[in-house]
């Protein structure tokens, strides 16, 4: 495979350092988006108003993250004009940030609404639908940023298969959403404010994919965007 | 301003070619996903059967057209090597791409929406609340292209600013469905798709808004995301 990703040496000892710099900070960000939504989920079933006004309000923190590591990337994109395959790491990374930080917006989201429903008095029961999901998109967002870390494509590619039981979990909880608003008009408003808590999981879920498909398209050289499961194991492996 | 934008001149002739091939490229994908904006508002408010059909299925062609202004952008930065503004140009233009094909994604879903809603004989007069929120958001989103092809700073900025229109519109649209849900439980599940109709409409908003921000970070060199509209203006003009 001639154009398998080759990160090891370069002949200015200072670009080494400074993708490590960039690959760790990338790190550091995820670390912190994984924080914000397992807190986001915590609030939710837990109703916990101080962790949820944390998580609502952290956002900038995560926004800054974005921002200085894409100062970084075009920095070094400017300075060492990178070919090949560093010039894909920085590409990659440049994209996978913006995921990131849409997963923190999603966070910022569950936040939100864990502090609008403390304030109702709702009953955390309501969430018990959200419980498997919200652990489900925990586990994948947390495979996405290992497969990233190690740049596999094996776990890279599992991970992405994972995001259909995620959809299907998500279109199960909707219909079961849509039944409780039926039967008890009444708690419609909240059972719509779940329904969106389950959409933002959702999308954590799909962001999770895209960082992946990032890591595919970093190691192989390869988009898969857009590609069938099937073909890109096929093709790949 | 000493980093304002210069597309003017390169020693290398070709490699003005290749800019301008890249920027109509973008510009050619930002017109099919204008259309299939209009086709899905369309299909919805007309409840015609074929156009959502289309829409719903055409998804593919923005895909292509991403991945091949992806890689197009790749090559150029590590064939020429670009410094300063060229490079700004390129990594933008990879973050422009992103967002058009996410609105393709959300003009999709208004396709299939409206397969489903012509398949249960729903009454289009549930879409009025749509029809303005519809309009805005494709002002919003000509305004914006036009932007990028202008690279037009105060154009970009004020398009920035009416986002903000596009966001009441879509709260007061969720309240009136949550009151129409209430009182009409059987139509929950009509009133639920429109809400996704609405919620896809707004999404269009917001990436529109991504790549007007990306026309002020290009040609004045600033990062504006996460800066408050008010802050923005008072720097930048």
New interface residues.
Partial sequence: MDNELNLTHHISHRFNEELEEVRSNVMAMGGLVEKQVADGIKALLTSDTEIAEAVASSD?EV??M??AI??Q??QI??RR?P??SD??LL?TI??TI?DLERIGDEAEKLGHIAVKLSDKNASSSQFVELRHLGEHVKTMLHESLDAFARMDVNDALRTIESDKLVNEEFESIMRQL?TR??ED??E??NT?RV?WCARALERIGDHAKNVCENVVYLVKGK?I??TSLDKMREELI
Avoid: W
Wanted: hydrophobic share 45%; aromatic share 4%; with cysteine.
């Fill in positions: 900038f926004n800054a974005e921002v894409d100062e990337c075009t994109l400017a004009q070919a090949a010039l894909r590409v440049i994209k913006t849509i608003m039926m008009p009444r419609i408003k719509l329904s988009d965007r857009h």
